[in-house]
């Protein structure tokens, strides 16, 4: 083959690469290997995680991983969207036929809940977005930093049968990017005025209690109000691939046994050994506020960033940060 030849053919194959890996980089997400969905695995009133993690030594599953799961999609229409600026998320929700589903099941008082978290799990948003009659969901959001984000959508579908799901898909935010970090390991979070604290291990394959407690001004906080139908809501993000976590509080408001507060305690199965951002939604005063922990599960792998610990360290073991949310136009913000 001649010198000619040679350069057309090597160049070819390296646009082929290239053309590869970036149809990979934008298009697809990880998949799963578990057979079934994994958001909400954990409820109120399963002593024991329920499912797969109360079997101990399996991996709870993962969700978020996966744009489609069980014959539906999410289709983001805005995969792209600038810095620091209120822009209009839409997206639907496929059935396996390609119809855009538009009956849910109410959970926690919304048809869906929508998650959105950067890659380096610095910026955190709990938003609830509105559906239209054809079935598009639309949010306004603002993202403070470029970089990759992470959009989960959490919902089940009114379809006889059908289960509770959390896909997964990418969403870049265009402008100067400066990756960070993750936070370092954290069991105390001081936000708006309160201190929120976190006890309890957060186990691989094990069902363990977490337990946050509220206090401002040094007071235990006894009158938290019920916030989408519990007292607090807790997000579990795995740092690297941003796997999927929701469980809810032990017991309900109005149950008879559940206090408002100062302790709210969740009981939750981490889907493998590694570090981990958890998030906290509880409302006061009228206002929904937002704490964050970093802590590491069973033992993770070397980062070289904070909070990417190589030694094994429970929940209750790791050191404060202090970091801090915003409530913006109704959207839980951090």
């Given at each position: 083959?001649?010198?000619?030849?040679?350069?057309?053919?090597?160049?070819?194959?390296?646009?082929?690469?290239?053309?590869?890996?970036?149809?990979?980089?934008?298009?697809?997400?990880?998949?799963?290997?578990?057979?079934?969905?994994?958001?909400?695995?954990?409820?109120?009133?399963?002593?024991?995680?329920?499912?797969?993690?109360?079997?101990?030594?399996?991996?709870?599953?993962?969700?978020?991983?996966?744009?489609?799961?069980?014959?539906?999609?999410?289709?983001?229409?805005?995969p792209r969207v600038?810095?620091?600026?209120?822009?209009?998320?839409?997206?639907?929700?496929?059935?396996?036929?390609?119809?855009?589903?538009?009956?849910f099941q109410r959970?926690?008082?919304?048809?869906?809940?929508?998650?959105?978290?950067?890659?380096?799990?610095?910026?955190?948003?709990?938003?609830?977005?509105?559906?239209?009659?054809?079935?598009?969901?639309?949010?306004?959001?603002?993202?403070?930093?470029?970089?990759?984000?992470?959009?989960?959508?959490?919902?089940?579908?009114?379809?006889?049968?059908?289960?509770?799901?959390?896909?997964?898909?990418?969403?870049?935010?265009?402008?100067d990017y400066r990756?960070?970090?993750?936070?370092?390991?954290?069991?105390?979070?001081?936000?708006?005025?309160?201190?929120?604290?976190?006890?309890?291990?957060?186990?691989?394959?094990?069902?363990?209690?977490?337990?946050?407690?509220?206090?401002?001004?040094?007071?235990?906080?006894?009158?938290?109000?019920?916030?989408?139908?519990?007292?607090?809501?807790?997000?579990?993000?795995?740092?690297?691939?941003?796997?999927?976590?929701?469980?809810?509080?032990?017991?309900?408001?109005?149950?008879?046994?559940?206090?408002?507060?100062?302790?709210?305690?969740?009981?939750?199965?981490?889907?493998?050994?590694?570090?981990?951002?958890?998030?906290?939604?509880?409302?006061?005063?009228?206002?929904?506020?937002?704490?964050?922990?970093?802590?590491?599960?069973?033992?993770?792998?070397?980062?070289?960033?904070?909070?990417?610990?190589?030694?094994?360290?429970?929940?209750?073991?790791?050191?404060?940060?202090?970091?801090?949310?915003?409530?913006?136009?109704?959207?839980?913000?951090?």
């Amino acid at each position: 083959m001649n010198t000619a030849s040679r350069i057309t053919t090597y160049t070819a194959a390296l646009a082929v690469s290239f053309g590869a890996a970036y149809g990979v980089g934008t298009v697809t997400t990880p998949v799963s290997t578990d057979p079934e969905p994994a958001a909400h695995a954990e409820h109120a009133g399963a002593p024991d995680g329920g499912g797969e993690a109360s079997q101990g030594g399996h991996d709870a599953p993962a969700g978020g991983l996966q744009v489609s799961e069980g014959g539906y999609t999410l289709d983001l229409r805005t995969p792209r969207v600038p810095a620091a600026r209120t822009t209009e998320l839409r997206f639907v929700i496929r059935d396996s036929t390609g119809r855009q589903v538009t009956a849910f099941q109410r959970e926690h008082d919304k048809e869906l809940h929508l998650i959105l978290a950067s890659q380096d799990l610095t910026t955190y948003r709990h938003l609830h977005p509105t559906r239209a009659a054809d079935g598009t969901w639309s949010t306004p959001a603002n993202l403070p930093a470029a970089g990759g984000y992470r959009l989960f959508a959490d919902f089940t579908p009114a379809a006889k049968g059908a289960k509770n799901l959390t896909l997964g898909a990418d969403l870049a935010v265009a402008g100067d990017y400066r990756p960070a970090p993750v936070p370092a390991a954290s069991t105390t979070d001081m936000v708006d005025g309160y201190t929120v604290t976190l006890t309890g291990p957060l186990r691989p394959g094990t069902a363990g209690e977490l337990n946050l407690n509220v206090t401002k001004a040094g007071r235990p906080v006894t009158d938290l109000q019920p916030y989408l139908g519990a007292y607090g809501h807790l997000v579990a993000l795995r740092s690297g691939d941003l796997a999927y976590l929701h469980v809810h509080p032990n017991g309900a408001p109005g149950d008879g046994e559940t206090e408002p507060g100062p302790d709210v305690s969740f009981t939750a199965t981490a889907p493998s050994a590694g570090t981990y951002r958890l998030f906290l939604d509880f409302k006061h005063n009228g206002t929904v506020h937002t704490a964050a922990f970093t802590v590491t599960a069973g033992t993770a792998p070397a980062t070289g960033g904070a909070g990417g610990a190589g030694d094994a360290r429970d929940a209750g073991d790791a050191e404060p940060t202090g970091s801090s949310a915003e409530e913006e136009a109704g959207n839980h913000q951090h």
